[in-house]
């Protein structure tokens, strides 16, 4: 007689996957709201970071829409290396406009934060 296997959704392992689709749209929105800042830039390394910024909000908006669509699957826990990418570029921009006389506290921070 083979063992009956009956799986088990865990509410933890719901509220990850929720609180995972979030963090990509928190990055993407604060991604496209940093660019939107940059956008008209002055320097050309500004005009580079707003295409950056704004690249990133597009692949981590391909990122959600992929797991919105792939939600009823089985999948592994893993690292979100995109969230951390996203992370990385709003904590530079935070840096560069902190360093050029701006607010220690501002949104791009509290989305590289939230995004981490």
Do not use: C
């Not at 990055?27 to 704004?54: C, I, K, R, S, Y």
């Not at 919105?68 to 921009?93: D, H, K, M, Q």
């Not at 902190?98 to 607010?103: D, R």
């Amino acid at each position: 007689m083979e063992p009956l296997i009956i799986p088990l959704r865990d509410r933890r392992l719901k509220l990850a996957e929720r609180m995972d689709l979030f963090g990509h749209g928190v990055a993407a929105f604060g991604l496209l709201t940093a660019a939107m800042d940059t956008l008209p830039g002055v320097t050309l390394a500004q005009t580079a970071l707003a295409v950056v910024e704004l690249v990133g909000a597009a692949a981590l908006a391909g990122a959600l829409i992929r797991e919105l669509r792939t939600r009823g699957e089985e999948r592994t826990a893993r690292i979100s290396w995109l969230n951390l990418a996203a992370a990385g570029v709003l904590f530079v921009e935070w840096y560069a406009r902190w360093s050029a006389g701006g607010k220690l506290v501002s949104p791009a921070l509290v989305s590289g934060v939230v995004t981490f």
